[in-house]
Nanobody, 124 residues
Framework: QVLLEESGGGSVQAGGSLRLSCAASGYTNSRYCMGWFRQPPGKEREGVTGVDPSSGGTYYADSVKGRFTISHDKGTNTLYLQMNSLKPEDTAIYYC?????????????????WGEGTQVTVSS
């Protein structure tokens, strides 16, 4: 059984930082991509950033480039999201997910495997 356990959400003021973690277990398919998605209040879920665990290639939505950094620890199969210079518009539930290649296509779909999500709130 695939398990994705997120942690690290919270509330910060604009300009602050947060680090999200996602411990992944219960699967052996090394071709899965890993990524972070978010769903702002009243909006659709959207892709934020993804990583190819095999090559280390990373992909970012334009809205977070230069502020967010995704990383993956192969030893523990833990995914991280370092979020700096946070803005009120980054407020959302953040989800860790496994998705099928190509890893550059960080888009939510019915084939993704999702974590439970963690709330990130950025106040102005």
């Amino acid at each position: 059984q695939v398990l994705l356990e997120e942690s690290g959400g919270g509330s910060v003021q604009a300009g602050g930082s947060l680090r999200l973690s996602c411990a992944a277990s219960g699967y052996t398919n090394s071709r899965y991509c890993m990524g972070w998605f978010r769903q702002p209040p009243g909006k659709e879920r959207e892709g934020v950033t993804g990583v190819d665990p095999s090559s280390g290639g990373t992909y970012y939505a334009d809205s977070v480039k230069g502020r967010f950094t995704i990383s993956h620890d192969k030893g523990t199969n833990t995914l991280y999201l370092q979020m700096n210079s946070l803005k009120p518009e980054d407020t959302a539930i953040y989800y860790c997910a496994l998705y099928l290649p190509p890893c550059a296509a960080v888009r939510p779909n019915e084939y993704n495997t999702w974590g439970e999500g963690t709330q990130v709130t950025v106040s102005s």
